[in-house]
Nanobody, 123 residues
Framework: EVQLVESGGGLVQVGGSLRLSCAAS????????IGWFRQAPGKEREGVSC????????YYGDSVKGRFTISSDSAKNTVYLQIESLKPEDTAVYYC????????????????WGQGTQVTVSS
């Protein structure tokens, strides 16, 4: 059974940092690219970052460049999203997802999804 389990969310103050984790199981980690998305209340799900498992190439959405860093640990089948200088507009449920296609900011290319972890930034 394919599983993606996010963790690491929470309530933080503006300017703080968090590290989100996405633990994958049930598939060959190196065969899939892993993306992070977020969805704020009343808004569409937004792609924020993706990492190519085979090459380690990383991609970021324009709104998070310079503050978010994606990385992976193949030994642990885990992808991380380090978030710095948190802003109130970063408040959202953060999801990780796996795609057998190229990294993309579009949800339609992702086959497997986690349940999400809430990030709330207080001002």
């Amino acid at each position: 059974e394919v599983q993606l389990v996010e963790s690491g969310g929470g309530l933080v103050q503006v300017g703080g940092s968090l590290r989100l984790s996405c633990a994958a199981s049930g598939f060959t980690f190196g065969d899939y690219n892993i993306g992070w998305f977020r969805q704020a209340p009343g808004k569409e799900r937004e792609g924020v970052s993706c990492i190519s498992s085979s090459e380690g190439t990383t991609y970021y959405g324009d709104s998070v460049k310079g503050r978010f860093t994606i990385s992976s640990d193949s030994a642990k089948n885990t992808v991380y999203l380090q978030i710095e200088s948190l802003k109130p507009e970063d408040t959202a449920v953060y999801y990780c997802a796996a795609t057998g296609y190229y990294c993309s900011g579009s949800t339609m290319y992702y086959e497997y999804w986690g349940q999400g972890t809430q990030v709330t930034v207080s001002s």
